[in-house]
């Protein structure tokens, strides 16, 4: 790949470049190089789902995107934009708290735990962000929630604190809360693997209508069949690296590596 400089970067998606471009992103915790010259391009509209064994650095990449990490070497742009800057000497800085909440307005977050406030109802919790954060009014802001409980099916459930909604529900109002910023790319951490199976179905479910819908997504998950089914391209990550990348059914069906092969065979 061509070095792409910050400038020639700068005109966002419309102008066909990808909405998410790492190049070489390498991050080490305590002298721990966690990410090791990670290089991904995700376009408008495209489904990306990580794979690899607990630990590879897939987590640490999505935080990388959200700015919930540094990253020590490399850049990322989301949508044109460079997450961080750049000082004259070309080193890449930390940017304001300021600039990094609404470059993070843009980018909507669903965690394995689902962390809505416990003091508010599910309708509160989605109202929040825009109201707190975007200024929306309240009128508004709640048509726009009760819509989106209603496309994750939760609208009769729109009065229940989270403590009365299961797992499955919780997460649900979670994805509502996320999308209601109006992101334009979301990124999911094993958003189904602290439920109970039989709550799986329905999270994915939603995740999966949200694809259609033209949602671009990063989604770091072991549901085989999600990514099997939903996935554009599958990145399967060991240690810090990416290991092979390529449509589901070459990733998952027809591994090229070794460690790709061992990973996938200790899941079934
Ligand atoms: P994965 O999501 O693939 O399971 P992670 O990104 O969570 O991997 O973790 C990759 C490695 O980075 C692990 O060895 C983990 O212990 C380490 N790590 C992650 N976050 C931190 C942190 N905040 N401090 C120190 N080490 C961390």
């Not at 305590?30 to 990670?38: A, D, T």
């Not at 334009?184 to 602290?194: I, V």
């Not at 949200?210 to 069949?225: F, K």
């Amino acid at each position: 790949m061509t070095e792409t400089t910050d400038s020639t970067y700068a005109q966002g998606s419309a102008s066909g470049v990808p909405l998410v471009r790492a190049l070489n992103v390498t991050k080490a915790f305590h002298g721990n190089e966690v990410l090791k010259g990670i290089d991904l391009d995700v376009s408008e509209g495209e489904v990306v789902c990580l794979l690899g064994p607990s630990g590879s650095g897939k987590t640490t990449f999505l935080r990388c995107i959200n700015q919930l990490e540094n990253i020590d070497g490399g850049r990322i742009w989301v949508d044109g934009d460079l997450m961080g800057y750049e000082d004259k000497g070309g080193r890449l800085h930390r940017l304001h708290d300021k600039r990094i909440a609404a470059q993070r307005r843009e980018i909507g977050m669903v965690f394995q735990r689902f962390n809505l406030f416990p003091h508010m109802t599910a309708l509160e919790n989605v109202m929040e962000g825009p109201v707190q954060v975007k200024g929306i009014g309240k009128a508004e802001a709640k048509g726009a929630a009760l819509e989106l409980l209603e496309r994750v099916g939760l609208k009769d459930r729109c009065d229940h604190y989270p403590a009365q909604l299961s797992g499955g529900q919780q997460q649900r109002v979670a994805i509502a809360r996320a999308l209601a910023m109006k992101p334009k790319l979301m990124l999911f951490d094993e958003p189904t693997s602290a439920l109970d199976p039989e709550l799986v179905g329905e999270v994915l479910s939603v995740m999966r209508e949200l694809a259609q819908d033209g949602m671009t997504m990063i989604v770091v998950t072991h549901e085989m069949s999600f990514a099997r089914g939903v996935a554009d391209r599958v990145i399967f990550m060991d240690a810090g690296v990416v290991v092979e990348s390529g449509p589901p059914l070459e990733v998952i069906d027809r591994p090229q590596h070794e460690r790709t092969r061992a990973f996938l065979s200790r899941l079934h």
